[in-house]
């Protein structure tokens, strides 16, 4: 069995993204057992996601945020997360995503990253990454010519010191966040509070332009380990090796 | 004279934003003698509005972030920022703004902050204010369903300790976070380096909801004083009284 094309899982992001946009702006949000948010949307775009998604790859293994899981038989996992950013989502900020990975194995082979209310569709399939469908080069090979900055999840005034020079930007999605570092706009993101489905999808694209997850305090992040849906053991840097090193020397780790 | 019609005010904003949107994603950044960015965007778009609102309001002064001054024969002044939040257009964050602010005397009684990407635009003219021509709640009515957050300018990191117990997001752009908390979005905001472009329009629609300006350190802001262009001189917040004094509470003063 192979992986979809980029653009068979591109189009399934888009058609999902005009379900979630449909409820955008007028949405009831409700508590999950582990006091994040959930909407009718999230729902609603998972068994899309997971219907389409099942048709490709018959033999894949599902785990989505909102429930999903199925076994796979072979070695390629679908993870999903239907709407990244569900609180962006409910408070009407435009950042939210829907998010398909694929696992295969350990590692993550292909995703895409589609922002609706942006109209920025990220994705990878193998050694190649694509933003609206055109190529994203390497990160390293040149240097943006605006003003430096990083990505961080939404608690690090609480969590964290930051030495860091340039800004530190917050925009409301883990999985957004890695994406812009894979496009080379933002230096490397400072992720809090994720699990597989925030990191898998957008860590197939950011691989495949060089970069990749460590943990904070050190150590690489085994994505199949957390197929269980438990939170990841540690806040995460995303980057490339350089802006990782360069990252924490400037973030304190908790106490 | 009078201050135009919040419909004719928007369409100014729309007809900018388009020509600032052929720009965005391949634009080239300047650094002005502040070393805060300009473009090619900003320029033409300051152009357009300034050839728009004299046609409209003849008499009126006008100031705008890229350099135009005219003087005032009249109580009103026309204040721009043709895109607010230059280092995100840079950036490819969809987040800037184009902003429309009127002063009469040193009250903002008109404003239009209009996010092309996002396909979002505030207004107010007089006591209401707007999101996508539908009327915003007076703020303090209800309390939102989703997680708290504040908005903060992309330095927080290395000028502030906040003790604020939500989520703290920084999107990059002084006039959407308060064109946020005049949404009830956001509880309040923090703002850093601004300067009276980025204050009137936002500061109008705030206005009109029942929130407000103050410097972080106590007192109000005095926006005719900051005509001649100078940096506000401190950090600002945004909100509602009652967010003003719960953010003062949380947000340490820079030594």
Redesign the interface.
Known sequence: MSVPSRVELEAIAVRAGAVALGHFRHV??ERKADRT?VTAADREVEALLVGELSRLMPDAGIIGEEGTTREARGPHRIVLDPIDGT?AF??????WCICIGILEGASPVAGVVHLP????TYSAVGDEAFLDGELLPRLGAGS????R?IL?H?????RH?????G??????STAYHVA?VA?G??EGALLGHTHVWDLVAPGAILRAVGGGYEYLRGGPIELDTLLDGRKAPGYILAGTPAAIAMLRAHVDRPA
């Open positions: 009831k949000a948010l609180a409910v408070a009407g900020l435009g950042t209310r942006l109209r920025e943006a010519s605006g003003d900055f961080s939404a608690r690090s005034h609480a010191r930051i030495s860091y020079p800004k530190v930007r917050a925009l409301g812009l496009r706009s933002a």
